[in-house]
């Protein structure tokens, strides 16, 4: 059956407007479109541009997840540690000649860019420590990264990098290509593409935007915090001891009338609460044996306590879910087995691994467009240090373990030279 039955019995073929000739087989075409063809549902037309739905309710979102990262102490905990993760010691290489010349030129160029890169001058010196520190800690509170480069007035070489809020971007689709502007003083600025850089947290094919690490957690956190005042009060009210004074009214005197009694046991109580208000810490009350004073104390205390602890690390547990860490690693000690710390750990490194390629993309666009501008023909590469000793003489025993077992399979015979080559090479 030819190429051509086939694509016809597949109804793949389509009156596009481009067509190229497939390498592998002669005579055969495959169209392709020069624009897409498919339309979102979830955005409305308006003046030839595409605009998103929702921008001041995206704007308010981020705004309310910077709320709860400086106010709730897990959130807080989290961005710290996922930003601090990711911000993990790195180095840099340059490729492109082995003329160690040219390699001192070039990391010269790298040492004065990051001498003056950070937009704020008093930092002195702020470099990639500082870019990246803000790089993560925007990415997972507000779910994107946005800003410009700034070259210097000679146009040589890049001056500066700006952070845009991302809470001031705004998308328009034009001709099938997204471009970003910043709304800012009742205005909507047109961003340079070229300079611009925007990434964002897990975007889908609808909204590149991004989201942010705390987008599932408004709702708990509101609730784990009006538990927290709950608890405040209930505490409050039963775990304090107190004393509790009993006075048993006075006897009405004979041919005493209504009004003189009452206000005879009026000033009896009166003068009796006085005394034990003015009564200090150390001090012990004296009294005829018509006041009497007991005790209260909370009942059940145990019991009030642990409903409130397991009731609160219900929504700590469901609020650690929500920024994908577990509650140790926030400091909430639930005695979680080695086995499993470590396990989550492995996790959690690939995760940051993954998350590091887009700020290993981000340092790369911006120190090779400086070695361009300077006119070096070097390729700067972005390297994170992602080594830890956790685990590492597990890690160094199963290699020890592997190795013999291959040495002892080659000396019996097992295998050859070469296969035992090969299994070393894949350990």
């Known amino acids: 059956m030819g190429i051509k039955t086939i694509l016809k019995n597949l109804k793949l073929r389509r009156s596009f407007s481009s067509e190229e000739k497939h390498p592998g087989f002669p005579g055969a075409k495959f169209s392709y479109p020069s624009k ?17 739905r929702g921008f001041f309710d995206y704007s308010f979102r981020i705004r309310l997840y910077r709320f709860l990262r400086d106010n709730i102490p897990a959130l807080n905990s989290a961005i710290w540690t996922w930003t601090r993760l990711g911000s993990a010691p790195s180095s840099y290489r340059l490729k492109g000649s082995d003329n160690r010349e040219i390699l001192k030129v070039g990391e010269k160029i790298i040492s004065d860019l990051d001498r003056r890169l950070y937009q704020h001058s008093f930092h002195k010196f702020g470099g990639k420590e500082a870019l990246l520190s803000q790089f993560f800690f925007s990415l997972f509170t507000d779910g994107a990264v ?138 012990n009350p004296i009294t005829w044996n018509d006041v009497q004073i007991d005790y209260i104390g909370p009942s059940g205390t145990y019991a009030s306590t642990t409903s409130w602890y397991i009731n609160h690390k219900a929504l700590i547990e469901e609020i650690s879910a929500g920024v994908h860490l577990d509650p140790f690693i926030l400091g909430y000690s639930y005695g979680a087995p080695y086995s499993w710390a470590q396990i989550k750990y492995e996790l959690i490194q690939r995760n940051i691994i993954s998350i590091q390629s887009s700020a290993k993309n981000f340092m790369e666009w911006i120190y090779n467009l400086e070695l361009a501008l300077q006119g070096l023909n070097l390729e700067y590469e972005h390297c994170f240090d992602n080594r830890r000793a956790f685990g590492l003489l ?16 080659k000396d019996s015979g097992l295998i050859s030279e070469e296969e035992a080559k090969k299994e070393l090479e894949n350990l």
């Not at 025993?397 to 002892?408: C, P, Q, R, T, V």
Request: charged content about 30%.
């Open 146 to 283: 946005c800003g410009e480069v700034v070259l210097e007035p000679s146009q040589n070489k890049i001056g500066r990098f700006y952070f845009i809020d991302p809470s001031s971007i705004r998308f328009k689709l034009n001709h099938s290509n997204w471009e970003l502007y910043q709304e800012a003083d009742g205005e909507q600025i047109r961003l340079n593409q070229n300079s611009t850089y925007y990434y964002g947290l897990d975007p889908d094919s609808e909204d590149p935007r991004g989201r942010s690490l705390l987008s599932s957690i408004p709702f708990v956190s509101k609730v784990e915090q009006r538990l927290l005042s709950d608890m405040q009060k209930s505490m409050h009210n039963a775990g304090y001891h107190r004393l509790h004074v009993k006075l048993k009214p006075p006897e009405i005197l004979p041919s005493e009338s209504y009004e003189a009694y009452t206000r005879r046991a009026n000033q009896y109580f009166e003068d009796t609460m006085g005394m034990m208000k003015k009564l200090s810490v150390e001090d």
């Open 36 to 52: 897409p063809v498919s339309k979102s549902p979830f955005i409305t037309e308006e003046s030839g541009l595409v605009e998103f």
């Open 394 to 409: 597990e890690k160094r025993n199963a290699e020890k373990i592997a190795l013999e077992n291959i040495i002892s399979k």
